[in-house]
């Protein structure tokens, strides 16, 4: 709040104020009151409506000086209220209600879509269960059914890997309820990962290699069980029709981290894509050309991967390969 602004605004009062003055002077020749005695007066006149000026500039300038400083310093803006205390002029106080009354109704709103969203998310979680036993039942029926039936299995676990997306998405916002973080074996997991997926695996073919996976880090296994599961999902959509598929997994150490590279030697990602992948809804050129995409399994692993602590990065070569890394974190405690 400058004092010419604030002067600026309070023109018309100070325009009041040499009306008055005028007036005061005619007053003076009419009485033929002498020159000395006007200037006294006017004089005075003038010092109070500075001094008056001036004390109210600086209430007001204290208390939004004050405001403004603490809504810059805040990453949450809506917290300003709780940072002000309420001003001594009356001013002030209305616009200190105003804001309070605002911060007040928009928490309440926030807080009212969180209820929504926290009952429907729950449904969906539920929804998930109930509908996972009919397709186990489905599953199992198929397998009993012997070749007739095993050409719905491959259909049947993709709608049931659908599903679990939806489950993992619902939870991926409030990851961190569910989750215990302990060490683990990457080859642990990995394995668990390549069987559930090993009937998608060896119809497509895929020669599987893992090396250096003994290494131990802190992380929650069954998380990490199905951001392997999506990665591999990912590689059996975008796999080249010119050579055989192969998918790599590796791990590399180093004093601060130990890094998993997953890596296959699909169509590649071009590098336009490539900074976008791990957002939310991106398909990408591959996505319109190679299958049907949702854009949603890169998002949420790399959701989850930033909840657990972990990074997450991509390297690829568009007609050679694509690299999905996953960086761990160590310390002293649990360095061996």
């Known amino acids: ?92 106080k209305i616009c200190y209600e105003l804001i309070c009354g605002c911060g007040k109704s928009m928490t309440e709103n926030v807080s009212a879509h969180k ?64 989750y215990i973080i302990k060490e683990t074996t990457l080859g642990r997991v990995f394995k668990e990962s390549a069987l559930r997926n090993r009937e998608s695996l060896q119809q497509r073919g895929v020669t599987v290699s893992a090396q ?34 192969v998918i790599e997994v590796y ?7 130990v890094t998993l590279h997953f890596k296959d030697n699909g169509v590649g990602i071009p590098a336009t894509d490539l900074p976008y992948i791990f957002e939310k809804s991106f398909t990408g050129v591959n996505g319109r050309l190679h299958s049907k995409s949702t854009g949603m399994g890169l998002y949420i692993t790399a959701s989850l991967c930033r909840k657990l602590g972990h990074r997450i990065s991509a390297d690829s070569v568009q007609g050679e390969y694509t690299d999905i890394a996953i960086s761990f974190g160590r310390n002293e405690f649990y360095r061996p």
């Open 115 to 178: 209820r929504q969203a926290d009952e429907f998310r729950e449904y969906i979680e539920l929804w998930v269960h109930e509908v996972k036993l009919p397709i186990a039942s489905l599953s199992l029926m198929a397998h009993n059914e012997g070749g007739a039936g095993e050409k719905y299995a491959p259909q049947l676990a993709r709608i049931d890997g659908y599903i679990e997306n939806v489950l993992y998405y619902a939870r991926s916002e409030n990851a961190q309820k569910d």
């Open 251 to 257: 791990a590399e150490e180093s004093d601060s981290t």
């Open 212 to 245: 250096g996976l003994d290494k131990k880090v802190m992380t929650d296994s069954k998380w990490l069980e199905y951001i392997f599961t999506q990665l591999i999902a990912n590689s059996l959509k975008y796999f080249s029709p010119d050579r055989e598929p």
């Open 1 to 92: 709040m400058s004092l010419i602004g604030y002067l600026k605004d309070k023109l018309p009062v100070i325009c009041v104020f040499v009306t008055v003055q005028l007036i005061m002077l005619c007053f003076f020749g009419g009485y033929h009151a002498g020159a000395e005695q006007a200037v006294i007066i006017s004089t005075v006149y003038w010092l109070g409506i500075a001094a008056a000026l001036m004390i109210e500039y600086s209430r007001r300038r204290g208390f939004y000086k004050r405001a403004l400083e603490s809504l810059e310093g805040l990453e949450k803006k809506y917290l300003l209220p709780e940072m002000l205390s309420e001003p001594s002029f009356y001013e002030g």
